[in-house]
């Protein structure tokens, strides 16, 4: 019952937050701000590129040391 409360609770929050996401044009934004990138296709492919590694960066770096 537990379990099955934070999944709810998951779905419920991420379906408020795309709601909310929409309703203030966030996907256009997103979509303005990596259509203006200089270098165009080369330009989208470094951002994605670092923000992966910044991603994947911080979740390696936030687990606890195994012992």
């Known amino acids: 019952m537990k379990l099955t409360s934070f999944v709810v609770f998951i779905l419920i929050g991420s379906t408020v937050f795309s709601l909310v ?8 934004w997103v979509e303005q701000l ?10 989208f492919l470094v951002v994605v590129n670092l923000l992966v590694f910044v991603l994947a960066f911080f979740s390696t770096f936030s687990r606890s040391p195994s012992s």
Do not use: C, M, S
């Not at 996401?21 to 256009?28: A, E, H, M, S």
């Open 21 to 28: 996401f929409r309703g203030v044009d966030g996907d256009r």
């Open 34 to 43: 990596l259509t203006q990138l200089p270098a165009e296709r080369l330009g």
